[in-house]
């Protein structure tokens, strides 16, 4: 379904052939997608970032990302060419991080990056800091779940298609609900949006990742359990 077909189902739900807003299809279709990580917005990307001899700090493009997972870097561990996870780390953790590879001469002491902290948060770019600083030149790779695009007459949802219909169904709901006055449709608005968010939860349930992405990444003691997700 496209947008035009997404509006025709609105108007279908909420008997007015007239309506003809885009507002609430895009706050349902937001909804739905802020629900969880879905993995039909998640992305991967090699250009995003990388890594310079000697530089600590770099900045970020994130227009059209909500939500970054991971930061990895492309090195040499334990004599193995590969993607290394770098773990975001409060500041406090960064410190005792980066103290830990000062030399006695007072110098940091370069290698493969291993933590990272965010030192400042914009609305289209983030500023990080890393530890230890790179030894050389090296790729590096973000794991990220996209911004949904907004919903107008041709758009199609990025979302399974056999959901398109659910998105038609919550927006229904909040258009109904908006009227205060009448009992009736605010009832029959509930309904809606309860029904539509249990099939929000099914689609969840039936695009969920499997769970792997942790089975190559390395086992650091001096990280909390309790991981940090940069949040837009």
């Known amino acids: 379904m496209n947008g035009e077909e997404i509006l025709n189902e609105v108007r279908f739900l909420i008997d007015n052939a007239q309506f003809a807003r885009y507002n ?28 310079t001899e000697d530089d600590s700090e770099y900045t970020i493009n994130i227009s ?24 975001e780390v409060d500041q406090k953790l960064f410190e005792i991080r980066r103290n830990e590879h000062i030399n006695l001469d007072g110098d940091d002491r370069a290698g493969l990056p291993e933590v990272f902290r965010i030192l400042s948060l914009q609305p289209d770019q983030i500023r990080i800091r890393l530890v230890p600083t790179p030894d050389a030149d090296m790729s590096g790779k973000l794991d990220y779940v996209k911004s949904v695009s907004k919903i107008n007459r041709e758009t199609v ?10 998105i038609a169904q919550l927006a229904a709901g909040y258009v109904l609900r908006s009227k205060k006055n009448d009992k009736g449709s605010v009832n029959l608005g509930n309904t809606y949006v309860s029904e539509a968010l249990k099939e929000a939860n099914q689609l969840m349930m039936d695009s969920a990742s499997n769970k792997t992405l942790s089975i190559d990444k390395p086992k650091r003691p001096w990280i909390s359990s309790r991981r940090k997700r940069w949040h837009r």
Not at 27 to 48: D, F, G, N, Q, V
């Open 24 to 51: 609430e299809i895009n706050r349902a279709y937001r909804k739905i997608a802020h629900m969880s990580p879905a993995s039909w917005l998640k992305e991967e990307s090699e250009s995003l970032i990388s890594f």
């Open 64 to 87: 059209g990302i909500r939500r970054i997972n991971n930061l990895w870097v492309y090195g040499t561990e334990s004599g193995d060419q590969k993607w290394n996870y770098v773990e």
């Open 157 to 166: 949802p990025e979302m399974p298609p056999d959901y398109h219909d659910v």
